[in-house]
């Protein structure tokens, strides 16, 4: 597979095909203005920026929001599929479940 060029970044194009297949999206997704596409499918197309970069650590916040319950499944499979590619994964979340199956260690912070 070819690799696709974004700005300076390269990005390997099988891995970008899984990820939309995963999220159910469509390539054509990445043609459309930020302004045209739903919340959940900008949240879907942020999840999949960020690990289609090679990069040790990814910070992400409020990660489920906006995510339907198989998508917020796969993504589950996928950060714990990541992981164990060495990813470190910070994440900022209100939703204690989804944490709580992803994470090794877990930090509450009370008001």
């Known amino acids: 597979m070819e690799d696709i060029k974004y700005g300076s970044d390269k990005f390997d194009e099988k891995k970008l095909y899984e990820l939309l297949q995963l999220f ?40 489920t929001d906006w995510l339907d319950t198989k998508s917020k499944q796969n993504l589950v499979k996928l950060l714990k599929k990541e992981r164990r590619n060495n990813k470190l994964f910070i994440i900022s979340s209100q939703d204690p479940d989804f944490l709580l199956q992803v994470s090794d260690e877990v930090i509450v912070i009370n008001d």
């Open 24 to 63: 159910n999206l469509d390539i054509d997704i990445l043609k459309k203005s930020y302004m045209e596409i739903s919340d959940s499918e900008k949240k879907k197309v942020c999840i999949i920026s960020a690990l289609l970069k090679e990069v040790p650590i990814i910070m992400i916040a409020n990660i």
